[in-house]
Each structure stands twice: as C-alpha cells, then as structure tokens.
C-alpha cells in the first residue's frame, strides 16, 4: 500500500476521510476518489459516502498545508488575489489552493474540486456530513450531484431532506435546490456505453460508476393498516395534510409508499401468524461502486455495509463477484474497498448486517472460485460449469436440514446461540417457506462453489507467506515458466500466481494481483485500543490458509492511497 506518496505510475487515488463504522462521529464512513490523469481539476472527485467531510478535509488540511498557509495570522481568511499555494505532503499533496484558512480551502475542495457524492446507503453514519455540509452548497455555481439507488434517494427525501429531520436542500419538491438526485440503476444502465464500459455512467471528470445493490442486514416491519404496506416498526408514516403542517411542506417520495421500506424486494419474512399484528422482516438496502477510471480502464470496488451472503435473507454479494471475476482476468481490477466491522470474536447474531474476518474470507474465496473458473477453456461441447459433486468426486451436497441451513463459517459459541432472527416454531407462511428455500438453495450452491475452490486449489497452512513480488524468491521456481495447460488463463490478462507447497507441487494464487482495504472498523472505545490490528491479524492468517494471495490493509482515517 502506497500512502500519501506520488500518484507516479498509479491510476486512483483515494483519500480516507473516515475508516470507521462508529460510534466516534469524527471519523465516520467516508472517501474521497479521483483519477490520477485530471490533477486535481475542476470537478474531478467523487465522494463515497460521507459520513465525514468538510471536518475530515478541515483535519487534513490543518496538517499537511504548506507553513505559509498560517491558520493563525492576520491574513486567515483572505483570498490570494491570484497566487495559489500547492500542498507538498499528505493526501492533498499537488492540489493548488487559493485560499490562507484551512476552514477556506476545504469549502473550495468541497465546493469547485468534488463534483457528486455517491452513498452506499442511507444509514447516519454515511450521510450525517452530507447533511451537515450541504449549506456550503450554496456560494456555488449549481446544485451538488447525490448519486445512489432509488430505495436510496427515497429514504434520504422522505427521512432526512424532508422539513422535519432537515431542511429540503433538494431541487426536488419545492426545495432549496442546492442538491440534485442521480437515481441509478441497480446494475448499470445497459443502454448506456460500449464494451467493458457498458452500463457506466459519468461520475465526475476521468471516472465512470456503476452500482449494484447488496443487502445489509435485516429490520423488523409492521403492517400499517392505513397505507396497507408494511414500514419499520419504528417509522412514523408522514402525512401531507397541510392542517397538520400549516408552516411546513413536507417533501415525501410518493411515487411508492415501499421508500418507507428500507428494502425493495418482494422476499420478507413472516414472523406471526397472528393477523392483528402482523409482522415481517426485510432486508435492510446497501450497494458498491464499481468505479472506472475512463483513461485506462482500470477499475476499483467500494462496498457500502455488507452482511455475508450465508446468513443473509436475500443473499446477493455473488452477483458483485461474478461481475468482479472477469475483470480480475483481464487485470482491470485493482482493489477492493470493504468493511471488516469486526473481529471473529463476535457471534453471527451480534454481526448485525456487518462482516468479520472469518465471513469476509469466505466471501474472497466465493470470489476467488469464480476467477479460477472464468479461466477454465472452453471446450467445443458446451458443458456447463462443474459443481462441486463433479470436480471434486464428491457426492452432491445434500440440501441443508432446517437446523443446518446456515453454511456459514461459525465461531466457536454459534453453534449453541440461536439466531435472534430465526423465526419461532410457528406454521411457516407461503412467503417464509419461498424464501427458505430461496435460502437454502443459495447456501448449497455457495457451499459447492466453496468446496471446489477450497479443495481443489487451496494449500494447507504453512510457513511465512511469500512475498508477491513479480520476480521469483530464491529457491522457487519461476511461475510464470511451470507448465500450466490446464487452468492456465486464456485472456490477454495478467497470469494467475502460483505458490509451492509441501511436497514440491504448486498451487494457484487467484487473488494474487487484488489488494482488499478493510473499511468501517468498530472502534470499541477501550484500554485495549482499536480492533484493526486483530482483524488484519485475523485476516492475513485465515487469507494465508486459503490460498487467496491477496493483500489486506487497513488505511486510518486521514491516509491517501495510491492505487
């Protein structure tokens, strides 16, 4: 990992406002992304999330500016009149500045430099600075650009830029018209581009976005009589009557009352029978980036929160990897920005819709399974994809039993602990037995993609890891010279590692070329300081165990990183 250094032979550059999941609000979720080819023009960033901002950039700016940017002197707060001082250190390191204030130059930044702010989700901690920030909108030229998934946009309108929580800054509704609302489409809009930038749209100046959604979790829902639709327990469903707010407009999404909903999808699950008090459980919307830099190609990931898709009620992380995997090949894709909210501590009831180490790594090996077989020829017969019955010579995972669904990797104490959402022994609906088997189905054909991967490539637990230098240690043999007819790579892409093991034979290191940086770490506020040096512990053992040959980092909250 390249912190704070020259963009020299790198394509992104990503500034780490907040690497935190919470509960310290100074550091909350929040990056700063541009191409290394526009130099800090006009328009040329992108913010993912912001949960931080302006004081994230206040931060930075107050250590890294050039000495004659002093905060203190009688002339803080007045403009250059055309001389521009340039930041020689730091993640700002380049950026010409035409202001003496930090406080100054960071609405600048804020204001001419970043061009849209794209949200993974609308949870607090990835939109409070986006709130709190947007006023300073108003000495620019046009509305700041909000990018995001429609169950997305409909939340931030109906429960934050909505005349009660907050002001409708939005142009939307009679607003203040100092942001404006990209609604995406989940998957790219096909209509729009050609070849490897097919369902890219324009985020800024050198980078194109798509977004895919994820689920994040799972919230309990209500059945509201009035609007017959089920909303969040805890939500209030806000009318228009105007006797009830003579003074106030309030701004509301009513093109579908579901934005109550934090999810869009049909899948909920039953939890009563008692049709009184009906209730359900949906899942709670994430998303990621898939970001493109348009000069190259090249391309990084940035997930929003997550939840593993073994114990997920509308799994949907192995479309993001079966959209990554080719691109892996092809050497396009450079890292991969995702939360480790926790340590392998913490108990899949306690997870909360976040990722450990021991989920995150099953995960990397679904993704890693899918690269080794994009690389497979394909032969004149057609044949389908091997399961893992075929390719290993086991039998067929049976489907799992109703006490066994989950194919999770589970902590020690799992096992003992029952779900808080596992739903009681009641008659199950035909929605709750849809989507158990929904489940099911996906947990069998995740395990066999997992089972192929692990058995047929993974190494046994050894020794040091190597370095994954491009020149050969001493003493090993050149990768790049074995004989790989089989599972060789047949793109024009980089050629998959290769790692020897006990015994003289070799295995492959699929992941080899990916670098993942762990977001969204839970500080947990003890003497015992932050969990990110025991995750990236975690991490880098069980990554070494499987076989993946990716790196992982941690970035703090303030670092820039050269991709």
């Not at 912001?50 to 890294?64: K, M, P, W």
């Not at 049976?398 to 959402?421: I, R």
């Not at 047929?456 to 790989?484: C, F, I, L």
Request: glycine share 8%.
């Amino acid at each position: 990992m390249i912190t704070n250094g020259s963009a020299d032979g790198h394509v992104f550059h990503v500034v780490v406002l907040g690497a935190s999941g919470g509960p310290r609000e100074d550091t909350a979720t929040g990056m700063l992304v541009r191409s290394t080819a526009t130099d800090w023009a006009r328009g040329s960033v992108v913010a993912v999330d912001a949960g931080t901002l302006l004081s994230a950039i206040i931060r930075i700016l107050e250590t890294d500016s050039p000495s004659e940017l002093d905060t203190d002197s009688s002339h803080a707060r007045t403009h250059l009149h055309g001389q521009r001082r340039v930041v020689s250190s730091g993640p700002f390191a380049g950026l010409e500045l035409p202001f003496v204030s930090a406080e100054a130059n960071a609405a600048y930044i804020f204001r001419d430099i970043l061009a849209a702010v794209l949200i993974t989700h609308p949870h607090l901690d990835h939109v409070s600075g986006l709130a709190m920030n947007t006023p300073a909108v108003e000495a620019q030229s046009g509305p700041k650009t909000v990018a995001a998934l429609p169950s997305t946009i409909a939340a931030l309108k109906n429960h934050l830029f909505n005349d009660i929580t907050w002001p409708n800054l939005s142009d939307e509704d009679g607003g203040a018209g100092l942001i404006t609302y990209q609604r995406l489409v989940d998957g790219g809009n096909q209509r729009l581009g050609r070849g490897p930038a097919k369902g890219y749209v324009r985020a800024c100046d050198g980078l194109m976005i798509k977004c895919l959604g994820v689920s994040h979790g799972r919230c309990r829902q209500r059945y509201n009589p009035e609007t017959e639709k089920h909303h969040r327990a805890e939500s209030t469903v806000f009318m228009t009557d105007p006797v009830l707010f003579p003074s106030r407009r309030v701004s509301i999404d009513a093109s579908s009352l579901r934005s109550y909903s934090p999810s869009t999808q049909a899948q909920q699950l039953s939890l009563s029978t008692n049709g009184k008090d009906s209730s359900t459980y949906a899942t709670v919307e994430s998303s990621a980036f898939f970001i493109r830099d348009d000069l190259t190609g090249a391309e990084i990931i940035i997930f929003g929160d997550i939840e593993p898709d073994s114990i997920s009620l509308e799994p949907r992380n192995e479309r993001v990897w079966e959209a990554a995997a080719p691109k892996i090949n092809d050497g396009c894709l450079r890292a991969i920005f995702i939360e480790c909210s926790y340590t392998d501590a913490v108990e899949d009831n306690a997870l909360y819709g976040h990722l450990c180490p021991r989920h995150l790594i099953a995960e990397l090996e679904v993704l890693a399974g899918k690269v080794l077989d994009s690389q497979k020829p394909h032969k004149g017969d057609s044949r389908k994809r091997k399961r893992a019955s075929s390719f290993t010579g086991l039998p067929a995972p049976a489907a799992p039993a109703a006490a066994e669904q989950s194919n999770a990797p589970l902590s020690p104490k799992s096992k003992e602990n029952k779900s808080p959402f596992a739903a009681p022994s009641a008659p199950k609906t035909r929605s709750a037995t849809i989507a158990d088997s929904a489940t099911s189905r996906h947990n069998t054909r995740q395990s066999a993609e997992r089972v192929e991967f692990s058995t047929a490539y993974a190494p046994q637990p050894q020794g040091k890891k190597h370095s994954h230098s491009t020149s050969s240690a001493a003493g090993v043999p050149d990768p790049m010279a074995m004989d790989t007819t089989t599972d060789s790579p047949t793109t024009a892409g980089p050629q998959t590692r290769y790692r020897t093991s006990i015994g003289g034979t070799t295995r492959p290191l699929p992941l080899q070329d990916l670098t993942v940086y762990i977001i969204h770490v839970k500080d947990t506020l003890t003497d015992d300081g932050p969990p990110r040096d025991q995750i990236l512990a975690e991490l880098r053992q069980l990554g070494e165990e499987a076989g993946l040959g990716c790196e992982f980092h941690a970035p703090l909250s303030g670092e820039g990183v050269f991709i």
